[in-house]
Every structure is written in C-alpha cells, then in structure tokens.
C-alpha cells in the first residue's frame, strides 16, 4: 500500500509522526506535512506566493504552506507514485461536529477525494497536548487496511475521531453522524501592554449538544467516532422551500 500523510499540526508533531510510524508497518510511507502550525485554516489554498518543499529527511517533505497545498503538490510534484490512500493526523484535538470546516486535517482528506483518492483524517480528543497518539495511531492502520480492502463509497471521505484513551480503554468504533457545537463565551478580550483592545477566538472546552448518533456522543462515551463525510453541502430538503419563493 502506497500512503501519504499529512496533518496540519505540522511536520514535527508527535501526532503525524506517531501516525507514519505506524502506517509504516502495513506500506510505503511519506510524509508531506507543513513546515509549521496550520490548524484552523480550512480547505484554504496558497496563490499569492510560491510555494517552497524542502526534504528534511528519508520521504519527509515540510512545505511552507498549507494542508490543502501539501496533498497538492505530494501528488503531483514530490511523490514518484500516486497514493493509494491517504492519510491525515494524528491531529492535536478533536474535530467534531461543526468544526470540521474549520479544520485543516479535515480538509486535506476533502482534497485528496477531490482527487478521486481514498482518504481519511483522524484526530484526537484531548484537551492540551494528548497522551495516547499510539491508541489512535493503531486504529488507523486497521481502519487502512479496511479503506484498501473494501474501497470507501464514492465521494465519502471519513472523520475519525479517537478518544484520549489506552488502548485498552477505548470502546469499539461507532459510525456517527456530524455533531452540533454549542456556541458560548469563546472569545476573549483584554487590554495589551500598550491599552489596545484585542480579541482572541477559542474555547478551550468542547462543548457541543449531547445527541445520539453523533460524534460528540460516541467520543464523550469513549468510543471511536467515524463519520463518513462528503463534499456536496447543498441541504436537498431546502431545495423545493426556496423553489417556490417568488424571485422574478
Ligand atoms: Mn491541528
């Protein structure tokens, strides 16, 4: 199996290391992951300024860009072979329910789908620096396998979600579907060393509405959250609504 992995954590978090050591055992691994931090930065892509890719060691690419970018040039410039699946994480803190638009883990799966390439992310939950890479790490190459195997549906990519848990701890894996955040009091303001106001966006709680079925349910239980995910966000029930609103 011919992998590669990403994240948005960049190249010297323990996550995505965590993660290529582990993939390492079940195929050919390289790692294109960004030079620094680039959580929170969506599906954003570079285009106002060239792109540098610098090879810090046997298939490790760090790029001064974005996760998007890195799936991006991974594929069509820095690997030698088209990725049979590919890979993103181990991300630093989960990416449940609303946020997952926020999230650059996330969106380096979408690109690769857009790509017509299988893909996942997988994250986990912990708040602060996380403990038990290992116990995701090992879920992700069994779910690897599995997504080589049996192939995933057409245009689904998934969101795995892994409780910060040992491995013998964690429950089984549920399938989910996407959660709800509960918006409150998650910006900060105060005064700088010179008296100007500034704000500063984040919550350090998860906090999202405890509804079975969801992600947040299965996680907050201990279990593997997977949710399959697609990149058409066109909400169909609204459709026939809005036809029949009067426009001309
Ligand atoms: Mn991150």
């Known amino acids: 199996m011919k992998i590669l992995v990403t994240n948005d954590d960049g190249i010297h978090a323990p996550?995505?290391?965590?993660?290529?050591?582990?993939?390492?055992?079940?195929?050919?691994?390289?790692?294109?992951?960004?030079?620094?931090?680039?959580?929170?930065?969506?599906?954003?892509?570079?285009?106002?300024?060239?792109?540098?890719?610098?090879?810090?060691?046997?298939?490790?690419?760090?790029?001064?860009?974005?996760?998007?970018?890195?799936?991006?040039?991974?594929?069509?410039?820095?690997?030698?072979f088209t990725p049979d699946i590919v890979v993103s994480g181990i991300n630093r803190g989960a990416n449940l329910g609303d946020d997952v638009t926020y999230s650059g883990t996330v969106a380096a799966a979408?690109?690769?789908?857009?790509?017509?390439?299988?893909?996942?992310?997988?994250?986990?939950?912990?708040?602060?620096?996380?403990?038990?890479?290992?116990?995701?790490?090992?879920?992700?190459?069994?779910?690897?396998?599995?997504?080589?195997?049996?192939?995933?549906?057409?245009?689904?990519?998934l969101n795995v979600?892994?409780?910060?848990?040992?491995?013998?701890?964690?429950?089984?894996?549920?399938?989910?579907s996407q959660g709800r955040r509960r918006y409150e009091g998650s910006i900060v303001d105060n005064l700088d060393p010179r008296g100007q106001k500034y704000y500063w966006i984040g919550s350090t709680e998860l906090s999202?509405?405890?509804?079975?079925?969801?992600?947040?349910?299965?996680?907050?239980?201990g279990h593997v959250s997977i949710t399959p995910l697609h990149l058409d966000l066109t909400n169909y029930t609204s459709i026939q609504v809005l036809r029949s609103w009067e426009l001309e």
């Open 15 to 80: 996550g995505i290391q965590a993660l290529a050591t582990a993939l390492r055992t079940i195929g050919d691994v390289v790692v294109v992951a960004p030079d620094r931090e680039r959580s929170a930065v969506g599906h954003a892509l570079t285009l106002h300024h060239p792109l540098r890719a610098q090879q810090v060691g046997p298939e490790l690419f760090a790029v001064d860009g974005t996760t998007t970018d890195c799936v991006n040039l991974g594929i069509h410039n820095l690997l030698s």
């Open 110 to 157: 979408m690109e690769a789908t857009l790509m017509g390439i299988p893909a996942f992310a997988v994250s986990l939950v912990a708040q602060g620096l996380g403990s038990h890479y290992d116990s995701a790490a090992v879920f992700a190459v069994k779910l690897a396998r599995q997504i080589h195997q049996k192939g995933l549906p057409d245009d689904t990519f």
């Open 161 to 176: 979600n892994v409780p910060d848990l040992p491995p013998d701890r964690l429950l089984s894996s549920c399938i989910t």
């Open 208 to 221: 999202f509405l405890d509804l079975e079925g969801t992600d947040f349910y299965a996680v907050s239980r």
